[in-house]
């Protein structure tokens, strides 16, 4: 069965640095999300994507977040200046029309 | 804004029996879903079950099953015959049909199965 897959499963970084986390969508889905659990909470919405746009961002995803779909296979989320609190479980998810949502198995970012 | 509820933080079951894990939720949409998704240790999120809320009858996966009350706006999955491979934080989740397809997330439920 098709599967999104994300790397690092593991990325550390220090506090002040850039980013970027990766995604390889389910080849036939036009629809790609990025979502962060902060450890012990809820999973939170940061950002759909649909036709090389963002069609919604939470208040989350501020100025320093940033989304794109460099080729026909790769998803990315990239944090410009990264803070602790940015330390969490990053989620991408793709869906063929607007649902299910099928999730990656997460990157869990570690901030220093 | 949508909000999803879920109320009990922890609940444990003995292998082999059945177990109801509960989700309200807030919503002014008439047509939206409604998921359950399963984390394992491992981390990963998988889909579990889906209902669509036009649909009355409720949706029905091998050992997993929905009670749907839309009136009630309650949203509540039945695990029958547990396994411990169950074992894994539970997540409830609604999205609007439409334009704006976020999940909102209940803050999820730890299942634990007990030989």
Known sequence: EPEVTQTPSHQVTQMGQEVILRCVPISNHLYFYWYRQILGQKVEFLVSFYNNEISEKSEIFDDQFSVE??????????IRST???????????SSEAR?????????????? | AQTVTQSQPEMSVQEAETVTLSCTYDT????????WYKQPPSRQMILVIRQEA?????????????????????????????????TAMYFCAFT???????????????????P
């Open chain 2, 54 to 86: 036009y649909k009355q009858q409720n949706a029905t996966e091998n050992r997993f099953s929905v009670n749907f009350q839309k009136a009630a706006k309650s949203f509540s999955l039945k695990i029958s015959d547990s396994q411990l491979g169950d």
């Open chain 2, 28 to 35: 002014s949409e008439n047509n939206y879903y409604l998921f």
């Open chain 1, 83 to 93: 803070k602790l609190e940015d330390s969490a479980m990053y989620f991408c998810a």
């Open chain 1, 69 to 78: 779909r460099p080729d026909g296979s790769n998803f990315t989320l990239k």
């Open chain 2, 96 to 114: 609007a049909t439409g334009a704006n397809s976020k999940l909102t997330f209940g803050k999820g439920i730890t299942l634990s199965v007990r």
């Open chain 1, 99 to 112: 649902q299910p949502q099928h999730f990656g198995d997460g990157t869990r970012l570690s901030i220093l």
